[in-house]
């Protein structure tokens, strides 16, 4: 079965508007499907990240955030909890969440975006530029990768 595009609206909202969508996708993708412990899907950057999340009609669908990292003075951010409903997977969500804080990493003046990427999906964002960086290791039970990006 192939998948095509699905039509997709992304919207960046602040945590208080988006954290009933973002954490269900979340919860559903980190905690049910991979196993994260709960304790650890909430992070202290979502607060005062920027929040994409996909809506396919009117049903949230994927999520990820964008963080400018502390002290970095603006340039540096942090893209992470990218996560699409497993039913949707395939059909370009993920890629449009990336093309969508990539474009906002660049209107603030970020050059250089980081993210901890689980290793299975490292080629999904080479395709993008991005450069694997330094060794494998474990993140909530899970082999991640840090990946740079300079923009």
Same mark, same amino acid.
């Not at 990240?49 to 970095?72: K, M, R, W």
């Not at 901890?116 to 899970?142: C, K, L, M, R």
């Given at each position: ?6 039509? &997709? ?57 964008? &963080?400018?990292?502390?002290?970095? &003075? ?35 003046? !970020? ?19 991005? !450069? ?20």
């Amino acid at each position: 079965m192939t998948h095509s595009q699905i039509p &997709v609206v992304i919207l960046i909202k602040t945590w208080k508007d988006a954290k009933l969508d973002a954490y269900f996708i979340r919860k559903r993708v980190f905690i049910e499907e991979q196993g994260v412990p709960e304790e650890m899907e909430l992070d202290e950057f979502d607060l005062n990240a920027q929040h994409a999340l996909a809506y396919a009609d009117s049903e949230c669908i994927g999520t990820a955030h964008l &963080v400018t990292l502390p002290g970095s &003075v603006g340039s540096n951010g942090r893209i992470g909890r990218m996560a699409v409903l497993p039913k949707h997977r395939g059909q370009g969500v993920g890629k449009q969440l990336l093309e969508t804080l990539l474009k906002a990493s660049q209107s603030q003046g !970020i050059k250089q975006i980081e993210l901890h990427a689980q290793v299975t999906v490292i080629p999904f964002y080479e395709q993008f530029g991005f !450069i694997a960086q330094g060794d494998v290791y474990d993140e909530a039970g899970i082999p991640h990768r840090d990946m740079i990006l300079r923009i």
